[in-house]
């Protein structure tokens, strides 16, 4: 089995994408993007509860990384395209986690991905993001709807969690493009400091 | 003038949404809570205050409170109006028939 670095977000969809490669046997750490102040407690709140959910079932420790993203969001909100903050917020988000899997070992990253759930989860905006990372990246519950995903959420005990009551994130622009293509998204990372903001993000990441 | 607040779609904080549409100038806001100390992040398409409870402020006028406190969103309404110069809030329905 292999060693992989999953996303988590708080959301109903990355516990159970979590819980399937835990089921598989594979050794997972986890990656929570801390979106503050652009939201609350309550998504690092859900994860950190995840976690302790899912490491009881599998015997697991499960490292958790918790990487500060708000800066991030602020300089590409004052420097970038806001159609394009999806897709540009997923380019960070997975580039710092592929810094983590380098850390820890890992060989893969995941996500609770589903296609077509959200601007960002377009076929499109999906190739946009992830070319900026080298890893595979493995999405579980690409093919499943989201009653599948809901319906298996409420088994392993995650929905409850997931479903808390808690602010949105913010930083989703109002008008998120559901389209891009990677000529696009280069230019607007031209207007800011990848390696810099990257490279800061990592460099405050806490284990918890 | 401001909808009363409502919980916001996810219920941890409350919103606030003008109607007419009440757009914010916001390099003029910011300076404004900077004037009277109040610390501000600056996103350029929306402002984050720290008021009695952090409120996020957009460009067309949302106002976000953070918190699930229905009176500690309203104090902060109260003080961001007067800071900003906004609409008032509608009045809350009345309880019952006037007496007299």
């Not at chain 1, 979106?35 to 697991?60: C, E, G, W």
């Not at chain 1, 394009?84 to 820890?104: D, H, K, Y």
């Not at chain 1, 077509?116 to 595979?136: D, E, F, H, I, K």
Request: hydrophobic letters at 40%; glycine letters at 6%; proline letters at 6%.
């Amino acid at each position: 089995m292999a060693r992989g670095v999953m996303l988590m977000s708080g959301g109903i969809d990355s516990p159970v994408a979590l819980h399937y490669l835990l089921r598989q046997g594979h050794e997972m750490v986890a990656v929570h993007m801390d979106n503050r102040p652009f939201t609350d407690d309550s998504p690092l709140a859900k994860v950190v509860d995840h976690l302790a959910m899912l490491r009881d079932r599998y015997h697991q420790p499960i490292p958790l990384y918790l990487l500060p993203h708000g800066p991030t969001q602020i300089t590409l909100m004052r420097s970038t395209d806001r159609h394009f903050g999806c897709v540009l917020c997923r380019r960070f988000m997975w580039r710092s986690a592929e810094r983590i899997a380098v850390r820890e070992g890992a060989t893969f990253l995941a996500t609770g991905e589903a296609l077509g759930q959200v601007a960002s989860q377009t076929l499109s905006n999906m190739r946009s993001a992830t070319a900026s990372v080298q890893l595979p990246i493995v999405r579980p519950l690409i093919g499943f709807d989201k009653q599948e995903i809901e319906r298996v959420a409420k088994s392993i005990g995650t929905y409850a969690i997931s479903t808390r009551p808690g602010v949105c994130c913010q930083a989703v622009p109002d008008k998120p493009a559901t389209r891009s293509n990677l000529v696009q998204i280069l230019k607007e990372e031209e207007r800011v400091d990848v390696d810099t903001m990257i490279d800061d993000c990592v460099r405050k990441a806490v284990i918890l | 003038m401001y909808r009363r607040l409502r919980l916001c779609s996810n219920r941890g904080g409350y919103e606030a949404i003008a109607e007419p549409a009440h757009p914010i100038d916001l390099v003029g806001a910011k300076a404004r809570f900077e004037a009277v100390g109040i610390p501000v992040i600056d996103a350029r398409v929306m402002l984050i205050a720290h008021l009695d409870s952090e409120v996020t402020i957009s460009r067309a006028g949302r106002l976000l409170f953070k918190t699930q406190d229905p009176r500690l969103a309203e104090r902060t309404f109260e003080r961001l109006r007067s800071i900003l110069e906004l609409p008032a809030m509608e009045d809350a329905p009345s309880a019952g028939p006037a007496s007299g």
